[in-house]
């Protein structure tokens, strides 16, 4: 497959912008296209408020990744267009690497994918720069509207949310919100330095981490790594130690339910139920929601007391630690993602604004559930964080791509395009 080729929806259907249009450019709706080369074919607008088509939140963040490498890429179909792109080593040392990668590797192999993909969706295929606020769907008319930032509104046949995942402002920690740094920040390369002059100008002064996640220790590590820093710097100057609120036991990842047995510590780590932490087809115990890699290592070191530095604090509820978060120059908070999506309108209707506390439900081919009806004209890809009942089963969403392939393709099939 060489450049894009004239469908008949492109004939018949000259009023709307695009057959398919995906809101958010970034690693779900790259890697998912790259897989999907039949709806290459369509008229497809990707429309990505960043500057780049790729790789979406991990340009942002100087950590590793908690998944492995090839990971990232197992959908990845290196035939038609992508067939150069194969020989990038920039994607092809991330797609073989059977361990995590630092995320600036990751970003720069969803680029280059990225690139690939913009070529071959040619000039109007992807709108970078561009803010999708409202999505509208309407099933009489078949359409979906997309309202954008600057007051423009570009219609499709079918809209694919794919905008990815945020912190949002946790209520346990309204009392200290002007201290509190998202962990997303304080891992973000664009804030290293602002951070390390808030670490310095804390005169000593703690800094508490709420939580105990990846995100948790990705956080400590770079916060550690920062005060090393300062030390060197400023030989005698107070700086903070970093105490880390846990509000449970945190998940350890193991290969399989006899190393569990034989490895976990009480009081450490959560013990693992046989019935619903093991994951069925792979044998791993907390497969996704348990601490692996790096992440692990520094919490069981944390958990030891081997951190200089650093403590861990238990606070089953975050209250419970109140006069720690009262006394700390700095909190970073580390308690979740969720979903980030424009409102979204069905017939008019607003059924899901932006800001809502309800997490973004779609059907296992994709299709957004809307008071739990699967819509047709609009697809979820992966938004919300795996659900915790289903975290650690691998087959959780593992044929999500090729289900929602399908499920777009039968749309043209249906209406005889
Ligand atoms: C620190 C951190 C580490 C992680 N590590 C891993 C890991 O190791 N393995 C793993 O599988 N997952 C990891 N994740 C989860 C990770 O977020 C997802 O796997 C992955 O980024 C999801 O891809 P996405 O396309 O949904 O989101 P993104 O790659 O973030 O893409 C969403 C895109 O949508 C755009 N966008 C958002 N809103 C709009 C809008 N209104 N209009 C237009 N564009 C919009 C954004 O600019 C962005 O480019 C990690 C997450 C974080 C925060």
């Given at each position: 497959?060489?450049?894009?080729?004239?469908?008949?929806?492109?004939?018949?259907?000259?009023?709307?912008?695009?057959?398919?249009?995906?809101?958010?450019?970034?690693?779900?709706?790259?890697?998912?296209?790259?897989?999907?080369?039949?709806?290459?074919?369509?008229?497809?607008?990707?429309?990505?408020?960043?500057?780049?088509?790729?790789?979406?939140?991990?340009?942002?963040?100087?950590?590793?990744?908690?998944?492995?490498?090839?990971?990232?890429?197992?959908?990845?179909?290196?035939?038609?267009?992508?067939?150069?792109?194969?020989?990038?080593?920039?994607?092809?040392?991330?797609?073989?690497?059977?361990?995590?990668?630092?995320?600036?590797?990751?970003?720069?192999?969803?680029?280059?994918?990225?690139?690939?993909?913009?070529?071959?969706?040619?000039?109007?295929?992807?709108?970078?720069?561009?803010?999708?606020?409202?999505?509208?769907?309407?099933?009489?008319?078949?359409?979906?509207?997309?309202?954008?930032?600057?007051?423009?509104?570009?219609?499709?046949?079918?809209?694919?949310?794919?905008?990815?995942?945020?912190?949002?402002?946790?209520?346990?920690?309204?009392?200290?919100?002007?201290?509190?740094?998202?962990?997303?920040?304080?891992?973000?390369?664009?804030?290293?330095?602002?951070?390390?002059?808030?670490?310095?100008?804390?005169?000593?002064?703690?800094v508490?981490v709420?939580?105990?996640?990846?995100?948790?220790?990705?956080?400590l590590?770079?916060l550690?790594?920062?005060?090393?820093?300062?030390?060197?710097?400023?030989?005698?100057?107070?700086?903070?130690s970093v105490q880390?609120?846990?509000?449970?036991?945190?998940?350890?990842?193991?290969?399989?339910?006899?190393?569990?047995?034989?490895?976990?510590?009480?009081?450490?780590?959560?013990?693992?139920?046989?019935?619903?932490?093991?994951?069925?087809?792979?044998?791993?115990?907390?497969?996704?929601?348990?601490?692996?890699?790096?992440?692990?290592?520094?919490?069981?070191?944390?958990?030891?007391?081997?951190?200089?530095g650093a403590?861990?604090?238990?606070?089953?509820?975050?209250?419970?630690?109140?006069?720690?978060?009262?006394?700390?120059?700095?909190?970073?908070?580390?308690?979740?993602?969720?979903?980030?999506?424009?409102?979204?309108?069905?017939?008019?209707?607003?059924?899901?604004?932006?800001?809502?506390?309800?997490?973004?439900?779609?059907?296992?081919?994709?299709?957004?559930?809307?008071?739990?009806?699967?819509?047709?004209?609009?697809?979820?890809?992966?938004?919300?964080?795996?659900?915790?009942?289903?975290?650690?089963?691998?087959?959780?969403?593992?044929?999500?791509?090729?289900?929602?392939?399908?499920?777009?393709?039968?749309?043209?099939?249906?209406?005889?395009?």
């Open positions: 497959m060489t450049g894009r080729q004239p469908t008949l929806a492109a004939a018949t259907r000259p009023t709307l912008d695009s057959d398919i249009a995906f809101i958010g450019g970034g690693f779900r709706t790259t890697t998912f296209l790259a897989s999907a080369h039949a709806l290459l074919l369509r008229r497809v607008r990707v429309y990505e408020r960043g500057t780049t088509m790729g790789p979406g939140g991990f340009a942002r963040y100087g950590i590793t990744t908690t998944s492995i490498g090839s990971r990232f890429f197992k959908h990845l179909d290196l035939s038609g267009p992508f067939v150069p792109r194969g020989r990038s080593s920039a994607l092809t040392d991330v797609a073989r690497a059977e361990q995590p990668v630092a995320m600036d590797r990751l970003a720069t192999a969803l680029t280059t994918l990225g690139r690939t993909l913009q070529d071959a969706l040619g000039a109007d295929g992807v709108r970078l720069g561009s803010t999708v606020v409202a999505v509208h769907a309407d099933r009489d008319r078949h359409r979906v509207d997309v309202r954008l930032a600057d007051g423009s509104t570009e219609s499709g046949r079918h809209a694919v949310l794919a905008t990815g995942r945020t912190e949002r402002a946790h209520p346990e920690l309204a009392c200290w919100r002007p201290k509190v740094l998202l962990s997303g920040t304080v891992i973000s390369t664009a804030h290293r330095s602002e951070t390390k002059d808030r670490l310095l100008a804390a005169g000593g002064r703690p508490v709420a939580g105990s996640s990846h995100s948790a220790m990705s956080a590590q770079i550690l790594d920062l005060r090393a820093e300062l030390r060197a710097e400023h030989p005698g100057a107070p700086l903070p880390v609120v846990r509000r449970g036991p945190a998940r350890l990842m193991y290969d399989s339910a006899d190393l569990a047995r034989c490895g976990q510590v009480p009081g450490r780590e959560r013990p693992f139920d046989p019935a619903s932490d093991v994951c069925p087809t792979t044998g791993i115990v907390y497969r996704d929601s348990g601490l692996r890699h790096r992440s692990r290592a520094l919490y069981c070191a944390l958990w030891a007391g081997e951190l200089p403590t861990l604090v238990d606070a089953p509820v975050l209250a419970v630690a109140a006069d720690r978060f009262e006394e700390a120059a700095l909190v970073v908070q580390a308690l979740g993602y969720h979903g980030q999506a424009p409102d979204l309108y069905v017939d008019g209707v607003l059924v899901r604004p932006g800001d809502s506390p309800d997490r973004l439900l779609a059907d296992d081919d994709g299709a957004l559930l809307v008071n739990g009806v699967a819509h047709p004209l609009l697809s979820v890809l992966r938004v919300e964080p795996t659900p915790l009942d289903r975290r650690d089963n691998t087959a959780y969403a593992s044929d999500l791509y090729q289900r929602l392939a399908e499920r777009l393709a039968a749309q043209f099939v249906e209406a005889g395009a």
